[in-house]
């Protein structure tokens, strides 16, 4: 029975609603630049969608512990606050699901794929771990965390060779990252302070950090416009990104919790952009 506890809480710390957001990006990747159904598609894709969320999810929840306890906002599908007692078992249960598919995967690449899928890794444990902390260094914590799922993405671009088209789309949601890292920095900055931890949002405050996320969705968008005509529904989709952050320019540190609403949406917003793409995608194969 403690065994089952265990895995229904290690479940939800793997942040299940986001799974699709990292496991997705690797699997078009991989099959859109010349990869087929094959071993290294099927474990790729299963390390990203559940492994990989709980390296990431599990070692933030036990490094992030003393503010999320004082974060209303935890305790649910948007994150866990488990007891000190189960951190040991978070740690040892990433470890243990992250290794073996770690170890095929880097066999599995050349040099430069080997070295691509360690530095995403490394990003996933720096930015929580004590002693690197991405997180607490303004900035960097935004480009990390877009490293986060991006960097799936460029696994599997690595696998093929890196190819030259892809590289638009990799700046477009390289920079679609970073925004939403800031956009959802916004609403925990009283949290954060309360516990001491600096962010891109803690640095520059609310309405400064809604801004900067509010133009980079737009420049996101105009990124993946330029990739052609074929893209535009996609470009749209961004677009709607800057319309969900649009209410809250005005936002001010004190009102910033308000931001959690238009979270909230974006979270909802993603599966709708993840439909818009795979239809943009597919329908070629289809006229």
């Known amino acids: 029975m403690k065994f089952f506890v265990a895995l229904k809480k290690l479940f939800w710390i793997s942040r299940?609603?986001?799974?699709?957001?990292?496991?997705?990006?690797?699997?078009?990747?991989?099959?859109?630049?010349?990869?087929?159904?094959?071993?290294?598609?099927?474990?790729?894709?299963?390390?990203?969608?559940g492994p990989y969320n709980l390296l990431m999810y599990g070692i933030n929840d036990v490094f992030d512990y003393e503010s999320d306890i004082k974060n209303p906002?935890?305790?649910?599908?948007?994150?866990?606050?488990?007891?000190?007692?189960?951190?040991?078992?978070?740690?040892?249960?990433?470890?243990?699901?992250?290794?073996?598919?770690?170890?095929y995967l880097l066999i599995a690449g050349d040099w430069a794929a080997r070295l691509t899928l360690v530095i995403v890794a490394f990003s996933v444990v720096a930015y929580s771990l004590k002693g690197l902390r991405f997180k607490e260094k303004?900035?960097?914590?935004?480009?990390?965390?877009?490293?986060?799922?991006?960097g799936p993405l460029l696994f599997a671009l690595s696998l093929h060779g890196f190819p030259v088209y892809a590289w638009g789309f990799v700046i477009a949601f390289f920079i679609w990252g970073m925004a939403?890292?800031?956009?959802?920095?916004?609403?925990?900055?009283?949290?954060?302070?309360?516990?001491?931890?600096?962010?891109i949002a803690t640095f520059f405050g609310a309405r400064p950090t809604i801004l900067i996320a509010y133009t980079m969705y737009y420049i996101a968008a105009i990124t993946v416009l330029l990739q052609g005509d074929a893209y535009i529904a996609v470009a749209v989709v961004g677009v709607l990104y800057c319309f969900n952050v649009?209410?809250?320019?005005?936002?001010?540190?004190?009102?910033?919790?308000?931001?959690?609403?238009a979270w909230k949406r974006f979270l909802k917003l993603n599966y709708f952009a993840g439909f818009v793409i795979t239809m943009t995608i597919l329908i070629p194969f289809y006229i």
């Not at 799974?19 to 159904?37: D, E, K, Q, R, S």
């Not at 649910?76 to 170890?103: D, Q, W």
């Not at 900035?139 to 799922?149: R, V, Y």
């Open 138 to 150: 303004p900035i960097l914590d935004s480009a990390t965390s877009s490293l986060h799922f991006v």
């Open 246 to 261: 649009y209410p809250y320019l005005k936002v001010t540190d004190k009102t910033s919790a308000n931001v959690n609403k």
């Open 73 to 103: 906002r935890k305790g649910g599908v948007e994150g866990m606050r488990e007891e000190r007692a189960f951190h040991p078992t978070v740690v040892k249960a990433a470890i243990l699901t992250n290794a073996p598919f770690l170890l």
């Open 180 to 199: 939403s890292h800031a956009f959802g920095a916004v609403q925990d900055i009283v949290p954060d302070k309360k516990g001491g931890i600096a962010s």
């Open 16 to 49: 299940p609603i986001s799974w699709p957001n990292t496991a997705y990006p690797f699997a078009v990747g991989y099959l859109l630049t010349g990869g087929n159904i094959d071993l290294t598609f099927i474990l790729g894709t299963l390390y990203f969608l």
